[in-house]
Structures are given as C-alpha cells and as structure tokens.
C-alpha cells in the first residue's frame, strides 16, 4: 500500500519562510500527479499546487510567485517551499498524490492518496 506522511509545518511570522514535505511509502511503480490542498478554517478545501511532470506545474493565483513545488522522485518525496508567508496561508496543508503501485495480493493498482494533514500558521 502507498501512504503519504507531510511534515514541515509550524508556526511563522509574516513574510517568513516554510518548507512542506510530502513522503511516498510503499511499492510505488508511477507517480501520476501529486498536489498540495489546503483548507482554513470554515472553508472548503482548495489547490494550491500540483506537479504532473518537471514541466507539468500549476498554481492557485493566491500563491504564484511566492510558493514553489517540486518533486524527487528518486525519493517518492515533494516539497513545497513557501516564501512570503501571509496570515490567509494560514491553513492545515494536505498532501494530494495519484500513483500506480502492486498492492499487497500483488495487484496493479491505481489510485489516489491523502496525507494527515499539517499546520501552517503565519501570524505575528
């Protein structure tokens, strides 16, 4: 089975700086897509970033210019860096990814994964 584990999250003062980490377990064979959401408090979630391929990236307008994913896929593992902190990023971030993998009976499977969530708090 594929699981998704973030860290990276905390607390931060205005125009701060975080690094979110996304890491793929399991026997992954390919990464279709993997994105980070985030989601205030009382709203519905929303994209902030995905990356299908090194040339295959979008972003929310909320977060262009200041947010950066990437992906290694050697490591199963994205990131995002976030410059410029605002207090509206202040949200729980959550790791989105699509992947291909043989599951435990040794099936093929495609499918789509959620990681627990982590805290981004900019406030001063």
């Known amino acids: 089975q594929v699981q998704l584990v973030e860290s990276g999250g905390g607390l931060v003062q205005p125009g701060g700086s975080l690094r979110l980490s996304c890491a793929a377990s399991?026997?992954?064979?390919?990464?279709?897509?993997m994105a980070w959401y985030r989601q205030a408090p009382g709203k519905q979630p929303t994209l902030v970033a995905n990356i299908k391929s090194a040339d295959r990236i979008n972003y929310s307008d909320s977060v262009k210019g200041r947010f950066t994913i990437s992906r290694d896929n050697a490591k199963s593992t994205m990131y995002l860096q976030m410059n410029d902190l605002k207090p509206e990023d202040t949200a729980v971030y959550y790791c989105?990814?699509?992947?291909?993998?043989?599951?435990?009976?040794?099936?093929?499977?495609?499918?789509?994964?959620w990681g627990q969530g982590t805290q981004v708090t900019v406030s001063s």
């Open positions: 399991g026997s992954i064979e390919t990464i279709y897509e």
């Open positions: 989105y990814g699509e992947f291909s993998f043989f599951d435990q009976q040794s099936v093929w499977t495609r499918a789509t994964r």
